[in-house]
T-cell receptor, first 115, second 109 residues
């Protein structure tokens, strides 16, 4: 079946611009996650959705970052007033449920470059 | 101290060698352990999933968890050039994965 998809695959933007990154999870997966992978760093957790609600936003690095999920499906991660330190690969994952132990499946990521 | 520590390598081995990849973790309460494989410019792919201690085998891959020493291992037998990738260990204390930084593996023909 179809896996997690993300768009765009690459995004180059100027410092100060806003960007939107999209994630389509595996059909039927109720839990959705966003992670960030900066060069030379491990994956960092950003936010978790169970259905359309986000019980944990603790990983969002600043108030310039926000995310929403609609219809228990598509999610959008928005970064306002982008900074160079926002350059990273943004990865989305989904799992059947959000309980501990649920296997998470990742999309290919969006590579964001802020110039 | 990071919750999961992993030597970034790089690790280079000849084709056919046995590869041993390792991680340590800090919280003895962790119960779920994963290994992901990530090819260049791709998302991580779930390779192995282990609950609590013990071994799990899948083809040429064996995952091992030693909770007494808080040590996670992945063994690859008969390594192939197609195994060249970054291998990420992770724990799952709740719903958010804690990842090591990943070990870069190169298998040379």
């Amino acid at each position: 079946g179809a896996g997690v998809s993300q768009s765009p695959s690459n995004k180059v933007t100027e410092k100060g611009k806003d960007v939107e990154l999209r994630c389509d999870p595996i059909s039927g997966h109720t839990a959705l996650y966003w992670y960030r992978q900066r060069l030379g760093q491990g994956l960092e957790f950003l936010i978790y959705f169970q259905g359309n609600s986000a019980p944990d936003k603790s990983g969002l690095p600043s108030d310039r970052f926000s995310a929403e999920r609609t219809g228990e499906s598509v999610s959008t991660l928005t970064i306002q007033r982008t900074q160079q330190e926002d350059s990273a690969v943004y990865l989305c994952a989904s799992s059947l449920e959000g309980a501990s132990g649920s296997e998470q499946y990742f999309g290919p990521g969006t590579r964001l470059t802020v110039t | 101290q990071k919750e999961v520590e992993q030597d970034p390598g790089p690790l280079s081995v000849p084709e056919g060698a046995i590869v041993s990849l390792n991680c340590t973790y800090s919280n003895s309460a962790f119960q779920y352990f994963m290994w992901y494989r990530q090819y260049s410019r791709k998302g991580p792919e779930l390779l192995m999933y282990t609950y609590s201690s013990g071994n799990k085998e899948d083809g040429r891959f064996t995952a091992q968890v030693d909770k007494s020493s808080k040590y996670i291992s992945l063994f690859i037998r008969d390594s192939q050039p197609s195994d060249s990738a970054t291998y990420l260990c992770a724990t799952l204390p709740g719903y958010a994965l804690n990842f090591g930084k990943g070990t870069s593996l190169l298998v040379t023909p």
